[in-house]
């Protein structure tokens, strides 16, 4: 029987090195979750156990305008209701995390932030529906390029106020109402927030709105658009990394910056290594090219990088993206801006966090010496109606 390969954290692994030192200088776990944001805009159902699969929302097209007089007496032709079926079926997503015996044994735990595996899977469900949920909103196909650009590719202009008001006037042309009944809803990457936000005619959230009220994350308001600045918001990049473009960013453990080396969390396999060969990647916003990778995993996987990287700032948990997206390769950010009903949602209840500690597996594991820890869950999320959302793509000046 062929063996499962668990990626299990042992005492030995690099990733999990921090935990075995007498004293700890940092956190392993990262404690400040994040919550939905963008499902609570959508029209919202559960997914119903043991019964169909198929997850359908209706959109009811408007009636003609009733603009010719009723003659006296004669009862006029009434209007047939469209009525569009927007439809799918949810996935199943999970992940997990194993540990050894040995490592349960031997792990100093001076700090009660340490080895609260809940709270780290929960966090990565987050992240994981949140990425997810911003790929599928910018799949849209009402969009605008900032700037005079008419491609994705010849982007080479930041957002604009003027770009704003372009989108806000497409979504009032086809009559969309608010997202939240008084204003409409945007989401938009700290990186783009930078330039937008020294406008005069910002409105910061004291200005127009109880702070009781405020959304998560809401940074202010211009011309109607409440806007919510969003780390998860969409970058179109390069292609994702790995034969099967599994992954569409890599994890710093850590780096030798002597070397010009940088490991990453994710695992590398034997037959991606020649497709990072003088890939362009990105990391905090500055371009390198990658030299070689070394196959591996759980902290073992390396790129080697062709640029000095002495003075850079490469740490722990900072992302490595493939470049590619905008003119001269850089990533372009989709800032999405939402009416009501724009899209359907579906599996925020489904999700549940499932131990299965040392020993659970029997004959198994009939020594006791792995557990795991894991999540999983459906999500659901389709697009109703293409002129109720507009997504406005840019390049950063940061």
Same mark, same amino acid.
């Given at each position: 029987?062929?063996?499962?390969? +668990?990626?299990?954290?042992?005492?030995?692994?690099?990733?999990?090195?921090?935990?075995?030192?007498?004293?700890?200088?940092?956190?392993?776990?990262?404690?400040?979750?994040?919550?939905?944001?963008?499902?609570?805009?959508? $029209?919202?159902?559960?997914?119903?156990?043991?019964?169909?699969?198929?997850? %359908?929302? @209706?959109?009811?097209? &408007?009636?003609?305008?009733?603009?010719?007089?009723?003659?006296?007496?004669?009862?006029?032709? *009434?209007?047939?209701?469209?009525?569009?079926?927007?439809?799918?079926?949810?996935?199943?997503?999970?992940?997990?995390?194993?540990?050894?015996?040995?490592?349960?044994? +031997?792990?100093?735990?001076?700090?009660?932030?340490?080895?609260?595996?809940?709270?780290?899977?929960?966090?990565?469900?987050?992240?994981?529906?949140?990425?997810?949920?911003?790929?599928?909103?910018?799949?849209?196909?009402?969009?605008?390029?900032?700037?005079? %650009?008419?491609?994705?590719?010849?982007?080479? @202009?930041?957002?604009?106020?003027?770009? !704003?008001?372009?989108?806000?006037?497409?979504?009032?042309?086809?009559?969309?109402?608010? %997202?939240?009944?008084?204003?409409?809803?945007?989401?938009?990457?700290?990186?783009?927030?930078?330039?937008?936000?020294?406008?005069?005619?910002? $409105?910061?959230?004291?200005?127009y709105a109880d702070t009781k009220e405020m959304y998560s994350g809401e940074i202010g308001r211009l011309f109607g658009v409440r806007f919510i600045e969003d780390p998860d918001a969409y970058v179109f990049r390069?292609?994702?990394?790995?034969?099967?473009?599994?992954?569409?960013?890599?994890?710093? =453990? /850590?780096?030798?910056?002597?070397?010009?080396?940088?490991?990453?969390?994710?695992?590398?396999?034997?037959?991606?290594?020649?497709? +990072?060969?003088? %890939?362009? =990647?990105?990391?905090?916003? /500055?371009?390198?090219? !990658?030299?070689?990778?070394?196959?591996?995993?759980?902290?073992?996987?390396?790129?080697?990088?062709?640029?000095?990287?002495?003075?850079?700032?490469?740490? &722990?948990?900072?992302?490595?993206?493939?470049?590619?997206?905008?003119?001269?390769?850089?990533?372009?950010?989709?800032?999405?801006?939402?009416?009501?009903?724009?899209?359907?949602?579906? *599996?925020?209840?489904?999700?549940?966090?499932?131990?299965?500690?040392?020993?659970?597996? *029997?004959?198994?594991?009939?020594?006791?010496?792995?557990?795991?820890?894991?999540?999983?869950?459906?999500?659901?999320?389709?697009?109703?109606? $293409?002129?109720?959302?507009?997504?406005?793509?840019?390049?950063?000046?940061?």
């Amino acid at each position: 029987m062929a063996e499962t390969n +668990f990626n299990v954290n042992k005492t030995t692994s690099a990733g999990m090195s921090p935990l075995m030192e007498a004293v700890l200088n940092r956190y392993v776990l990262e404690t400040n979750k994040t919550k939905r944001k963008y499902t609570k805009f959508g $029209q919202q159902v559960d997914i119903p156990k043991g019964k169909t699969k198929t997850v %359908a929302f @209706d959109k009811l097209s &408007p009636l003609p305008k009733a603009a010719v007089p009723l003659a006296e007496g004669i009862t006029p032709t *009434g209007s047939a209701v469209n009525i569009t079926r927007v439809k799918g079926e949810p996935e199943q997503f999970g992940n997990y995390v194993a540990y050894t015996d040995q490592l349960d044994f +031997f792990a100093n735990d001076p700090s009660p932030e340490v080895l609260k595996y809940t709270e780290l899977l929960t966090e990565n469900q987050l992240e994981t529906f949140e990425h997810l949920d911003a790929m599928e909103l910018a799949s849209g196909l009402n969009v605008f390029y900032a700037g005079t %650009a008419e491609s994705r590719a010849a982007l080479n @202009d930041v957002l604009t106020v003027k770009d !704003v008001r372009r989108a806000v006037t497409s979504l009032k042309r086809n009559k969309v109402q608010p %997202a939240d009944g008084t204003d409409y809803i945007c989401f938009i990457h700290p990186d783009v927030v930078y330039t937008i936000w020294n406008d005069e005619e910002w $409105q910061k959230p004291h200005t127009y709105a109880d702070t009781k009220e405020m959304y998560s994350g809401e940074i202010g308001r211009l011309f109607g658009v409440r806007f919510i600045e969003d780390p998860d918001a969409y970058v179109f990049r390069g292609t994702n990394f790995g034969a099967d473009e599994r992954y569409p960013e890599l994890t710093i =453990v /850590k780096a030798d910056k002597a070397a010009k080396k940088v490991y990453v969390a994710e695992t590398i396999e034997s037959g991606d290594v020649s497709g +990072f060969a003088s %890939a362009s =990647v990105w990391i905090d916003n /500055k371009k390198y090219t !990658v030299a070689s990778a070394t196959a591996g995993e759980n902290g073992e996987a390396v790129l080697t990088l062709k640029e000095t990287i002495t003075d850079a700032l490469i740490e &722990p948990d900072m992302k490595i993206y493939p470049g590619g997206g905008g003119a001269s390769g850089k990533p372009v950010y989709a800032t999405i801006i939402l009416g009501k009903n724009a899209f359907g949602t579906a *599996g925020d209840k489904t999700v549940e966090i499932i131990n299965k500690p040392l020993g659970s597996a *029997g004959t198994g594991d009939p020594l006791n010496q792995r557990g795991t820890v894991g999540w999983k869950g459906y999500r659901f999320m389709k697009i109703i109606e $293409q002129t109720k959302m507009v997504r406005i793509e840019s390049l950063a000046s940061v």
